[in-house]
């Protein structure tokens, strides 16, 4: 299957290709190069070969003989959207709206979205499924339920969606993040050797390791047409839900000699619990083979060979938020958060 993978040069984009590479898909990238800065490791032996960018600026050209798109070039996380969030409604939403109707012109048969989580947002009910309520907190996971909204419908005998609300992704990437919650935290226990939670940490996050995410994309391409046709998924596993004081108590575990405190009741109040036995059920092939201790201890040993510093670690590169900041403090990207020529 030619498969065409946006946002390659990203955390979870430069996990996915070698796997899909590796079971004999032939994958091409596109990705505009905001975190081209951000390289941890030399982790991957073969990558896809990518076009250099901006996803509304592709054409039905760059589609040819393209039979699926995994789609994850946005702009991503809470702070980002914030930072403009016009911009953000332009790219996450119109932008990926505009690229699945391109897709489905194009011939594509496959469409494959990286949603989130996040869109539960706030959460009472207990474990929340793929039926429940959308109650999206900030930009970002506003234009994930919108993208959901404006694509599912385009859904016929030709073209086949499907959505993946990821839980929270942690672990190890040659393009890594420390702007998500068990890394950050991994990464202060090593560099300070304090985790100082300006949280009570009561909060319910489902997490989810980046390699089982691209699991889960993998699955999804091979699977039958009928299992994922038009289909939302959570993708994780039910036992990975975890209260935010739970993932800082596993890596104060993991980084001995590591001082943990928790602070008072945070004004982040999304918290939410997630059932993902649809997934882990329906999808075949489909299992995690991470939890949080497993990931924490992958972070360990990788910062000990690497022999990570603080320097490092608050690298603009590894964030989302300081990246984007500095591109348009230098006037690299323009307000529209294109290139400059």
């Not at 009910?125 to 793929?130: I, M």
């Not at 047409?225 to 998924?233: E, K």
């Amino acid at each position: 299957m030619k498969v065409l993978v946006t946002g390659t040069e990203g955390y979870l984009g430069s996990l996915l290709p070698p796997l899909l590479i590796e079971r004999g898909h032939d994958v091409i990238g596109v990705d505009t190069g905001y975190y081209k800065v951000g390289w941890l490791y030399n982790g991957t032996e073969v990558t896809a070969k990518t076009l250099t960018k901006d996803i509304r600026n592709i054409t039905h050209e760059d589609l040819e003989g393209v039979e699926a798109i995994v789609h994850m070039a946005e702009l991503s996380n809470d702070p980002t959207g914030q930072l403009s969030p016009t911009i953000t409604y332009d790219i996450n939403h119109k932008g990926s709206v505009r690229l699945a109707t391109i897709a489905k012109e194009a011939g594509v048969r496959r469409f494959v979205y990286m949603s989130s989580c996040s869109v539960y947002g706030v959460a009472t009910e207990g474990d929340v499924t793929e039926e429940s309520s959308v109650n999206p907190q900030t930009a970002y996971a506003e234009c994930k339920t919108l993208v959901e909204r404006d694509v599912m419908p385009m859904a016929d005998d030709s073209f086949s969606p499907t959505f993946m609300r990821n839980a929270t992704a942690f672990g190890a990437s040659p393009r890594m993040r420390f702007d998500i919650v068990l890394n950050n935290l991994a990464g202060l226990a090593w560099t300070t050797k304090e985790i100082k939670m300006t949280s009570d940490g009561t909060p319910w996050r489902p997490l989810v390791h980046a390699l089982d995410i691209c699991k889960a994309i993998v699955c999804a391409l091979e699977a039958p047409r009928d299992v994922v046709h038009a289909q939302v998924f959570n993708v994780g596993d039910t036992s990975n839900n975890y209260r935010v004081k739970e993932i800082a108590e596993i890596i104060a575990d993991i980084f001995t000699g590591c001082q943990l405190s928790f602070g008072d009741s945070g004004a982040d109040n999304r918290s939410y619990r997630v059932s993902f036995e649809k997934i882990n059920t329906t999808l075949p092939g489909f299992k995690c083979d991470w939890d949080a201790k497993r990931g924490a201890q992958q972070l360990f040993d990788l910062f000990t060979q690497i022999d990570m510093t603080k320097e490092t670690f608050e690298s603009r590169g590894f964030t989302r938020l300081k990246q984007l900041e500095y591109l348009i403090r230098t006037q690299q990207i323009d307000k529209d958060f294109f290139w400059s020529k």
